[in-house]
């Protein structure tokens, strides 16, 4: 029975310590929370941009390289073929609704020639050329940057896709005869 006494004696000289005790968990657990939804947005992010780069090279090797306009006798003409201009623009839009601010598309040739795509960008390859396509692209920490002092509020990621081109280069030539 005396034991029990002095227990009770220790834990009431330690009121405050279950208070500090609480808080310290409750901001642990809201530091966790906040890495889980930056991780959740940071993933949506790498994940569409991966299907996107995806999407990107399988285009270019079809159509054997990209071009401001649609090349002459290309098959069914416009209705198939993704100009410069409307790739960037949809890559633009994209990026925009994941919430990315700034990004790069470079195309790189076997030769190692690198080519930023934009608007208006020409870059063809022949019938079974490699390629490869990098998408950089500028990733936030929206929340975890604000709790931990110090941590950068940004970073890189690069997703390469590489390819090897599908359509023989015929452009110069008259099919329609």
Not at 166 to 177: G, K, L, V
Request: glycine content about 6%; some cysteine.
């Amino acid at each position: 029975m005396k034991k029990m006494c002095v227990k009770n004696k220790n834990h009431e000289k330690k009121k405050g310590a279950t208070a500090i005790e609480a808080v310290v968990g409750l901001l642990a657990l809201v530091m966790i929370m906040a890495f889980f939804v930056d991780m959740l947005t940071i993933v949506q992010q790498r994940y569409t941009v991966s299907q996107t780069a995806n999407t990107l090279v399988r285009t270019i090797a079809t159509q054997g390289g990209i071009q401001s306009q649609t090349p002459n006798n290309y098959p069914n003409g416009d209705s198939n073929y993704v100009t410069s201009t409307e790739l960037y623009r949809t890559l633009s839009e994209r990026m925009l609704g994941l919430g990315v601010d700034e990004w790069t598309m470079t195309v790189t040739d076997d030769a190692g020639v690198n080519t930023n795509v934009g608007v208006g960008t020409k870059v063809k390859f022949d019938y079974r050329e490699p390629f490869t396509i990098t998408l950089r692209y500028e990733s936030k920490w929206h929340i975890t940057n604000q709790i931990i002092p110090g941590m950068s509020d940004s970073f890189t990621i690069t997703q390469k896709r590489t390819a090897i081109s599908e359509y023989e280069d015929n452009y110069n030539e008259d099919w329609s005869e």
